[in-house]
């Protein structure tokens, strides 16, 4: 059976394809990554990934391992005491981590997985703002919460129809870019316990704000914001998640073509394509085609991605990501926009 996609979009499947194939041929007997790979981060999308390419029996299998080798009894993915081997996942990404994990277990029918995960993110939601902590309770005394982790948390409950839920992380996140009046420039991407936005953090500038006019900012912020919004108004209806949506991916565009120089649009690309499909709008298509067509011209001959100064944990973690993102392209394009 041919795939349901013009012949630009089965370029995309096949890279995608190709991405699968990179990840299989490197695990041992036992389902497992070797040495410093056998690391939570190296695994955390690749169940997701694997169950959206078709390739369910794989995904499956490194679900239980990612389930057996890194999650606590309290429903937090963890490689032992630190998150993980690259420090880069402790400092801004340790409740996000986990929101990859609870969605697969959704597609895997793991009830058991999913609903303790879910309980160890609102241990982490924050009363006053509705977003989530980056980090573990107590680990930041302002209790910092960033957009995409907001988002993560955000689409994990709609994952599991947490309604709800799901609808006051996506308020949150309406109320960061009221305060921002849109395009702020710089746009802070993190808020503190009170709801007030937070800067000058002892964390690395460019992923703290976006600066406009400047190449190499945190895009994946911003698209992955648009993504959860678009989601939450295609099952609640409500105008005001897709206003969402589109002004998150509006901050993108102000940025200019930039945004689609590196492996970074792919978060953009996957905002697009969610929105194309909801609203049919011609420039929400062009910008996936921009995006996968970075995407594929940056991939290696054996089906993975190079990061310049990354761990390797980080590069096998973005392997899986952009092999997830080129088949959501795929899946929401054919959906042919619904607002045509």
């Avoid at 993110?121 to 924050?126: I, T």
């Avoid at 002004?247 to 697009?272: E, F, H």
């Avoid at 390797?312 to 973690?317: A, K, N, P, V």
């Amino acid at each position: 059976m041919s795939l349901p996609y013009d012949t630009e979009t089965q370029q995309w499947a096949h890279a995608a394809a190709r991405a699968a194939d990179w990840i299989e041929v490197r695990l041992d007997e036992r389902d497992r990554l070797a040495g410093e790979l056998h690391d939570l981060g190296s695994y955390y999308k690749w169940p997701l990934f694997l169950w959206s390419a078709g390739r369910f029996d794989l995904a499956e299998r490194l679900f239980q391992v990612m389930v057996a080798d890194f999650m606590s009894a309290d429903g937090d993915f963890r490689t032992g005491d630190e998150k993980s081997g690259d420090p880069l996942y402790g400092m801004i990404a340790d409740s996000y981590t986990n929101t990859w994990p609870i969605v697969a277990a959704r597609v895997l029918e793991r009830k058991e997985v999913g609903q303790v995960g879910l309980d160890c993110l609102r241990s982490r939601r924050v009363e006053k703002t509705e977003g989530f902590l980056t980090g573990k309770p107590g680990q930041h005394a302002d209790e910092r919460q960033d957009i995409v982790t907001i988002a993560g948390c955000g689409n994990a409950l709609l994952a599991w129809e947490e309604m709800d839920e799901a609808k006051r992380a996506g308020e949150c996140l309406l109320r960061v870019l009221e305060m921002q009046e849109g395009a702020g420039d710089p746009f802070y991407l993190y808020i503190d316990g009170e709801g007030e936005l937070l800067a000058d953090l002892e964390i690395p500038e460019r992923l703290q704000r976006i600066h406009l006019d400047r190449p190499g900012q945190a895009y994946v912020y911003l698209g992955m914001s648009a993504v959860f919004l678009a989601r939450l108004f295609a099952v609640t209806g409500e105008e005001r998640f897709l206003a969402g949506a589109r002004g998150y991916l509006a901050v993108n565009a102000a940025c200019g073509d930039r945004v689609y120089q590196g492996i970074g649009c792919c978060k953009t690309g996957w905002a697009a394509a969610t929105l194309f499909r909801l609203t049919g709008e011609e420039q929400y298509r062009q910008s996936v085609r921009k995006a996968a067509a970075e995407i594929l011209s940056l991939q290696q001959g054996g089906g993975d991605w190079k990061l310049p100064d990354a761990s390797t944990i980080l590069e096998c973690d973005v392997n899986g990501e952009l092999g997830y993102h080129l088949t959501q392209y795929c899946l929401e394009l054919a959906g042919g926009g619904s607002g045509d």
